[in-house]
């Protein structure tokens, strides 16, 4: 086996940053080796929680012959500067979502990053998990008809509990609230249902708790073939279960719902429950992969670069 890829955590600015470093950890072909943050008080308590070392100096970090990659959990705000110096310096990209603000700067990234032979890919994980394997299936199949209908809910207590930092509330640092963030997953998925060409149409955005960024939206979109499609989320509330709910012209399809939470088809002839398989290989090991061989997570970051125009366009529709 070659040898780990040496891997370094920037920032600590976002809740995931541990997550993403412990993947580096735990991940048979990665390493980690160091933290990075412009706030060093916050990077060496995760440099001390994972175990390595803080360096305060990004390009010093950067510089280094022995780094091949880097996780970035910084303010999605700073995701062109930073993302565009770590691409400069030719090391490879692991991000979380948004990939950045604008379409126009993800495009920039992802020119910079083939133009240098950097691998970018953006943490999208509901989509290596089972239950969306088996929604690809049903959809592939055909068993639902002609799609009319898509509701897709992903919401918790952050705001309501107070385990949120306050960053997360900044509207120039966080981009916006609930929405912005956690909505990025039932977006993604309603673009995987109903096509990454969906149309806002409209946007709810209240703010519950009174922080000045969203905690509660939904958002409204529709497919060319004249679906429609709901995007569901929240900081406030604390038993909403995850769930996904497709309706045909000839069947419909829930996951999350009911008293046992199953994937449920039912097309006419009663309900039948669908079996949902293990996760396939999620981004991260996805990132590897694509270092390994040099190709690209092409899907992945189709499907980034439409999530961002899709909150973009929300949070544009929300403001007017």
């Excluded at 080796?33 to 001390?48: C, F, I, Q, S």
């Excluded at 960053?167 to 673009?191: C, K, M, N, V």
């Excluded at 009663?270 to 040099?294: K, L, S």
Aim: hydrophobic share 45%.
């Amino acid at each position: 086996m070659s040898a780990p890829l040496r891997i370094a955590a920037l920032s600590a600015w976002h809740v995931h940053a541990e997550e993403y470093a412990r993947e580096a950890q735990n991940h048979p072909e990665t390493e980690l080796v160091a933290v990075w943050d412009d706030d060093a008080e916050r990077g060496k308590a995760l440099a001390e929680t994972v175990g390595v070392e803080f360096v305060g100096d990004l390009d010093e970090l950067l510089a280094r012959e022995d780094l091949d990659g880097v996780t970035i959990t910084t303010a999605t705000t700073v995701h062109r500067e930073v993302i565009g110096k770590v691409i400069a310096a030719g090391k490879h990209v692991f991000t979380e979502k948004l990939l950045a603000p604008t379409l126009a700067e993800c495009d920039e990234l992802l020119e910079a990053a083939r133009a240098a032979g950097v691998q970018v890919t953006v943490s999208l994980p509901r989509l290596a998990h089972g239950y969306t394997v088996a929604l690809r299936e049903v959809l592939d199949g055909g068993s639902l008809g002609r799609l009319s209908y898509s509701r897709v809910r992903l919401a918790h207590n952050g705001s309501t509990a107070d385990w949120l930092p306050p960053r997360f509330y900044d509207p120039a640092e966080a981009i916006g609230g609930a929405f912005s963030d956690l909505a990025a997953h039932p977006s993604y998925l309603t673009q995987l249902i109903l096509g990454t060409d969906v149309t806002v149409a409209s946007a709810t955005y209240t703010d519950m708790t009174g922080r000045g960024v969203e905690d509660n939206a939904v958002v409204t979109v529709t497919s060319p073939d004249g679906a429609i499609g709901v995007v569901e989320t929240g900081f406030v509330t604390p038993f909403s279960p995850f769930s996904i709910e497709v309706q045909g012209t000839t069947g419909t399809l829930t996951y999350g719902l009911g008293a046992d939470g199953a994937m449920v088809l039912d097309t006419g002839d009663g309900p039948t429950v669908i079996e949902v398989p293990e996760d396939i290989p999620n981004p991260f090991a996805q990132w590897v992969q694509a270092i390994r061989t040099g190709e690209e997570t092409t899907e992945n970051l189709d499907r980034a670069r439409a999530l961002t125009e899709l909150v973009v366009a929300a949070n544009a529709a929300a403001a007017a």
